[in-house]
């Protein structure tokens, strides 16, 4: 006799969504971007229905990872104040290195409200640190907004292009490097 489980339905909704995203992490840092949808259901243990009721398209699940990045960051920020900018970018490179093949996906759509919305969340979390810096004289006076995003930019660039078990190693020297230039003398 066959024993049938149980669909838990709607109350499953979290827990899917949570799979989702953990799979499409992974297999984006795997494989790139561009990998079956179908592969990232698969990995997460739910059909292809539930990927698309969650993520109606490829665009949808990119930006939700980004998202989760960046309540992640907001959450550090909110429990322990301004980051100093160091650990801000150290927070930033690790995060970048997990999600490294989807910079370029996303930055391919500069007009997507939804990459002005995590630009501009991250525009807070630098005004706090690089305003933080300033006041304790970490940081040089001229540093605007711009210079850091570009940092942070060209830590994804770097983190996209090396292989993933050089990453950590590569974006934290990068970062070294960024930041002698960023701090006051």
């Given at each position: 006799?066959?024993?049938s489980?149980?669909?838990?339905g709607?109350?499953a909704?979290a827990a899917?969504r949570?799979?989702l995203?953990?799979?499409a992490?992974?297999?984006?840092d795997?494989r790139?971007?561009e990998?079956?949808l ?6 997460a243990g ?5 990927l698309y009721r969650?993520?109606p398209d490829r ?7 980004f998202?989760?990045n960046m ?6 920020a ?11 970018g150290?927070e930033?490179?690790?995060?970048v290195q ?10 391919s759509t500069?007009?997507?409200p ?6 501009g969340?991250?525009?807070v979390l630098l005004e706090?640190?690089r305003d933080?810096a300033h006041?304790a ?5 001229e540093?605007?907004i ?8 060209m ?5 996209y292009?090396v292989p993933?078990d050089?990453r950590e ?7 070294e490097?960024?930041?002698r230039?960023?701090?006051?003398p």
């Amino acid at each position: 006799m066959a024993t049938s489980r149980a669909n838990p339905g709607p109350r499953a909704a979290a827990a899917n969504r949570r799979s989702l995203i953990d799979a499409a992490r992974a297999l984006f840092d795997e494989r790139g971007v561009e990998v079956p949808l179908v592969e990232i259901a698969r990995r997460a243990g739910v059909g292809q229905g539930v990927l698309y009721r969650h993520f109606p398209d490829r665009a949808s699940l990119v930006f939700a990872v980004f998202d989760e990045n960046m309540t992640q960051l907001e959450s550090l920020a909110q429990e322990h104040g301004p980051l100093p900018l160091r650990r801000l970018g150290h927070e930033i490179s690790h995060r970048v290195q997990g999600i490294a093949p989807l910079m370029s996906f996303a930055t391919s759509t500069p007009d997507d409200p939804r990459l002005g919305a995590l630009e501009g969340r991250m525009r807070v979390l630098l005004e706090q640190s690089r305003d933080s810096a300033h006041k304790a004289g970490h940081l040089r006076s001229e540093v605007t907004i711009e210079d850091l995003l570009l940092a942070i930019s060209m830590l994804a660039a770097l983190a996209y292009t090396v292989p993933p078990d050089q990453r950590e190693s590569r974006v934290e020297h990068a970062w070294e490097l960024i930041s002698r230039g960023l701090e006051s003398p």
